[in-house]
Each structure stands twice: as C-alpha cells, then as structure tokens.
C-alpha cells in the first residue's frame, strides 16, 4: 500500500477527527469503533479520534478535543456518514463551528461524506457476491432483482443519490432489475418496496442495505427481508450485508481526510436545495445552518434520562405592553356572550383590529377551536394563502409545538399552473397545499378570495377534509361571498366572519390563538403530572 502523508504545514501534527452518527445499539458502536482503529493503522501518523452526534459518546466535541490533547494543530473533521443530507450539511458543520469558536488557533477544516465512491461499489459488489454465494441455488443475475436501502432522509438529492447507486449495480453486475426504497422519511418504505420487488416477478431478490454499520434501522431491514421471504415462498430473498469495517471504507474516509485539507472536499452542490432552488424544495434555499439533534447527544451515556427527551412546555407569557393591552382588552367589552374556548381568539383578533366590534361578525363552526388545537398538535402544519399570513404566526410558538408553515405562492410550480389552469396563485397554492399534505393540515386563508374558492371547491369535490379552514380575507370583491360559502361548507371545521373585514392579520391572529392555547393546554398538563413519571 502507498501511504500518503498530509504534513501540510511544516511538521505540525494532523489530525483526522471521524464524526460518527451514533446509535443506542451497541453493535453499531462497536463496528464504529473497530473501524477507527483500521483507520488509525492505515494513517499511522496522523492523530485519529472519533465522536458521534446522537447517543453514543465521546461526543464529537469531546473527540475534537481529544485530538487537540494528542498535539493536532490542523484538524480535518470527517463526517462519518454516506450522503450528503441533514446531518452532514447542518448538524456536523455546526459542531465543527462550535469546536473552531473555542480553539481559534487551529485550523479547521471539513470533509465531505463518502458519496458514491468507486471504493464503495467495490463493497457493494463483494458484499453482494458474497450473499449470492450463500445460497446453494444457482440463479442467473438477469433473473434476479436488487433491492438497494437507503436510509431515506428529506434531502432529495441524497435520496437520488441512493437511486443512482442502484442504477450503477444494476448495469454493472447485471441484474435483471434494482429496485430503490428506504428505511425511514422518504418512501417507498422498506415493507412497500420489498413487497413492490417481490411482484416483479424475479426469481430472486438481494436486499443491500446502503448502511455503514449494523444497527436499529440495519436489524429492521433484515428482518422486513424475513418477512417477504415468509409470506413469498416462490421467491429466493437473499440478505446482503450492509458496508461494514473494511479495509475500502477506512480507505476513502481518510481520503476524505486528505481532500478536506488541499480544499477539493468535492461536495456535490449543483443539487443542494440549500444552495439553488430545486423543483419542490424551492423554500430552503439559505435556510440557516442549524443543528438539531441536541437533545439526544451523547444520550447513552446519561442512563437516569428518558429514553425520548421530553419537550418541558412552558405557558405563554406575553411581552409586558401585549400583556397590558390585553388586560385593557379583557375589560372593554362584555364578553360572557361569548363561549369561552373562543375568548383567546377573540381577543387577539380585537388586538389585531384595533376595535372592539370586530369580533361581532365573526363565526366558529361546532368544535372548531377543539379541533383546531388537535390538529396543530398532531399534524403539526399550517398551510396560508399568502407568506404575510406565514409571516404574522409567532415564530416562538411555532418552535416550541414543532409547527412547520407552509405557503407556496412565490414558488415555480404555482406560477405554472396558475398560468396553465387561468386560476390566481394563491388558488394555485392551496391546490398544491392539498396535494402535498392532504387532510393533514390547518389552513388558514386572509388574503385572496379565490383561495377560500379553491378550498371550498376541493372540499365539496374532491373529498378534501382539511383538519380546521380558517378563512379571512378582507375587501369588497368576492370577499363577502367567498366566506358566506366557507360557512355553508358543513364538511370540515371552520372560523370565518360575515362582511368585509379580515386581512392576512387577522387569519395570522386566529392560529396565533390557537397555538397559545395548545401551548398552555401542554403545560397544564404536564404540571398535573408528577415529575418522576416522566423521568421513568
Ligand atoms: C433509529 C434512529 C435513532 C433512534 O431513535 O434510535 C436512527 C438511527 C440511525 N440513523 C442513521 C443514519 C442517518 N440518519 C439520518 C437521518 C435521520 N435519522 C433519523 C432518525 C433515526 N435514525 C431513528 C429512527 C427513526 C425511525 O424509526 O425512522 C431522523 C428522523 C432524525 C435525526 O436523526 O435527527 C433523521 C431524518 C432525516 C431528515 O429529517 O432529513 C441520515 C440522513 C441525514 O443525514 O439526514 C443518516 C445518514 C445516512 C448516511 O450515512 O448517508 C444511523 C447510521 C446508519 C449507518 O450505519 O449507516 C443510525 C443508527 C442505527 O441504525 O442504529
Ligand atoms: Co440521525
């Protein structure tokens, strides 16, 4: 074996700091472990630490400084991950941020994640061969389908990545046909994908999982595998195993090493939706770096933890001049003609106005604040007509209940089919909203009449049962009517008014009152439960 060396800066100490993903099993910390020690024989003169970023410890802080300990002056973090998603675009870079604020003597730098390095389908192949050679059936490869597993993540180009390694095993050890799915987040789901394989109508199928190590998602797969081949006795499932320690794999890690340093960490960003828009993912384009996995790092290691960290919700406190404009609210008007579980909305919405009359023409279908609040808890989404509705929902609350917005407005999509269908935008948006999410959401309208009609119409025709359909627009064309149709829409929960007054405000104010009431509600709750049930 050649050795590359990498003294970079004259004699100084290099070190390779391998940032792992971490598991609660400690199969995959082992395998993780007995890989660093390859590395550190094959790199035998740079100093080799490791750390992870969920659950196992040391932590990848704790790995940084154990470098620095051993006489590093020049550091390369190396995500110790397959594609580039969230945990190498966000979470690693941050923790490597974190590492160059408190060491700015030393000089830092990241690599990329393996990708789909020649190296690694090298791997693929002999752990395929190998479970081809388990079987004592002889089965030709064209009659024979892969399944490859990703672990599936919301980043499209990652998953795409995981199709293109398919592709590439297809054609280049002759399959008959690959068949994509993934573990989690993205879909097909393992149980659909290899259920979908096994209907091909191929004698056999090899299941690859595209994984480093053995682990929870890795024992899932297996075990989704046994069930095909259980329940389809006409079909040869044979296991292949996932990439592992080996001898390739700690050799393009310490490439990754190498790269980071001479500045040719080759990241694939011509795909990176935070970089260009891609088609679908067009909102997360600069999206801020930000990691979160916070909650269950180094987790392991903190036995008397609950297993899943629990959210601790604190009842909304109001900035002082809200809270005074609120005690003025509270006494300006009679409001036992109300039913109590609208007061919150009410009241926002007399803060949002200005006046006092303006909760006089409003309407609230049975239950609808009830099933708003379910809703905002278990779907966690809001769909708005225009980004000033998104814009006006307290971004506080929204972090502490985990509530995703969603507006498509400005997108391309919507752009060409209200171009393609002759229906305004913001109509246009909520058809996209009702395709991407389904039931699952709270919409909430206060800009565009013809967005009430969109819903309005999908509802009555197309069987669409938003959770709640705020809807509050303001103006004098079609405005009126448009929300005197939302109230006859008997199908689905809703908040509306008669007249002309609304505006994106007001639809804002609806949800924010919601969404405090969740909040307090949570904590109630929590409050009625002693601690040590909680801790378990
Ligand atoms: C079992 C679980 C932990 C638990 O709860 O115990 C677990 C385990 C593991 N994940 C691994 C790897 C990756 N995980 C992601 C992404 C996500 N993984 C998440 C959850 C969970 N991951 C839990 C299962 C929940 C369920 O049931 O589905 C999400 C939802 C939340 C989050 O991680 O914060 C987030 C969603 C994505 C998003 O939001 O986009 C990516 C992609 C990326 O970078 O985004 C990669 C790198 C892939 C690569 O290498 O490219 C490995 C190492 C595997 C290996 O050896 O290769 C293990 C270890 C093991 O399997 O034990
Ligand atoms: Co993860």
Sequence with gaps: MIEIT?????????GIVIAGHGSRDPDAVREFEALVELIKQRAPHDVVTHGYLEFATPTIGEAVTANLAAGAKQVAMVPGVLLAARHAKNDMPAEMQAAARDYPEIDFHFGAPMSLDPKLLQLA???????EAQSPNTVRRSDTCLVVVGRGTTDPDANGEVAKLARMLEEGLGFGAAYVCYSGTASPLVADGLRSAARLGYARVVVLPFFLFD??????????????????????????????????MADVMIERAREAVAGRAAMNCSLCKYRVQIVGFEQQ???????????????????????VAEPQYKT???????AESFRIIAEGRDWAPFPPEQLTILQRLVHTSGDFDAVNDMYFSPGAVDSGIRALLRCKRILTDVTMVQTGLKRALLEELGIDTWCGVHDRETHLMSEQYGITRSAAGIRRGWEKFGNDVVVSIGDAPTAIAEATRLIRDHGWRPQLVIGLPVGFVGTRETKEDLRRCLQVPR????????????????VNGLMIDALNGLAAEQAAVPRDDVAG
Excluded: C
Aim: proline share 8%.
């Design 495 to 510: 908040i509306t008014n008669r007249g002309t007054r609304g505006g994106s405000p007001w639809a804002a104010s609806v």
């Design 215 to 248: 682990g929870v998602l890795v024992k899932r797969i297996y075990a989704a595998a046994e069930d095909l081949a259980e329940r389809e006795p006409g079909v040869e499932v044979l296991k292949a195993g996932y990439l592992g320690v080996h001898p390739l």
């Design 316 to 322: 909304y406190v109001p900035h002082p001049i809200e």
């Design 125 to 131: 192949q002999e752990r395929i061969v190998a479970a």
């Design 285 to 307: 384009v600069g999206e801020p770096q930000q990691a979160h996995h916070l909650a269950v790092r180094a987790l392991s290691a903190k036995p008397d933890q609950p297993v």
């Design 6 to 14: 990498t003294r970079m800066t004259g004699g100084d100490k290099f």
